[in-house]
């Protein structure tokens, strides 16, 4: 199975565009709890995506590729922003950050998904899931 | 997302089902800016029918708490499904608001 999307959305549009993302990996088998993990995960990057490195403009476009090898699903995002500093991002659960309102996009996808890098300063991510598990 | 509200007495128990999310969110905060309007100072957000939680969705409810302990109030949350609740665990942000089993719970915790 391979996705392959270019995506020009607001911010706000993500949730329903990620909802037949979802519907669509559902069909493939993905176990419910294993799909919630992955809806939250790449609503998470493409809002990122979209509001921090697009700055939401719609003229920019961001990049979705999912391909599927057996029990492993892989999830690359691209936008065409400046990138940002991943390396030294705040940690959400510390006790001063707790109320903040943002900063917990990243740690998300880390603690929902299996594995996450990224490329290209930050613009480019991949993220995977391994399938056969129950989920977080 | 819906919304559906029960007042008893002094206390809004809310019903939110559905997806607390970056295009939800605005409904929940017109809610609570009726229950400011309306004094409200207490209130339950109900969880039991809620599928799904994300960052924007869990700033908007550090939002609303944030509002409710400006004028003394309190905002409880009960009935988290399980990878709702999961959620909040990984944020650590059940340490943050107050998490009830139920509304029975939550009530009893308003005393």
Redesign the interface.
């Known amino acids: 199975m391979i996705i392959n999307e270019e995506i020009k959305l607001f ?6 565009f990620t909802k037949k993302i979802i519907k669509k990996l559902k069909i493939n088998g993905i176990k419910e ?1 294993v799909l ?1 993990d992955i ?2 995960a790449l ?2 990057a493409l ?1 990122n995506a979209i509001k921090h490195g697009n700055k939401s403009d719609k003229k920019k476009s961001v990049f979705l590729k999912i391909t599927r090898q057996k029990d492993k699903l892989e999830i690359c995002i691209e936008d065409q922003g400046k990138g940002f500093d991943y390396q030294n991002l705040q940690l ?2 510390d006790e001063n950050n ?5 900063g ?2 990243v ?2 996808i880390k ?2 998904m299996d594995e996450l890098v990224f490329f290209n300063q930050g613009c480019k991510l991949k993220m995977v899931k391994h399938l056969n598990r129950e ?2 | 997302m819906k919304i559906s509200e029960d007042k008893k007495n002094d206390i809004m128990a809310v019903s939110v089902s559905g997806e607390i999310n970056i295009d939800t969110s605005p409904d929940l905060r017109k809610a609570f800016d009726q229950y400011a309007k309306q004094g409200i100072k207490k209130v339950i957000i109900d969880c039991a029918n809620l599928t799904y939680i994300d960052s924007s969705g869990l700033a908007t409810l550090i939002e609303l708490m944030q509002r409710l302990k400006k004028i003394k109030g309190e905002l409880k949350i009960c009935n988290l499904a399980e990878k709702v609740k999961s959620v909040f665990e990984v944020t650590k942000l059940d340490k943050l608001f107050d998490i009830c089993s139920n509304q029975e719970q939550a009530v009893e915790r308003f005393k």
């Open positions: 911010p706000q549009e993500v949730p329903s709890k919630f809806k939250l609503n998470e809002i959400p659960t707790l109320t903040k309102q943002s917990r996009g740690f998300l603690n929902f989920g977080r």
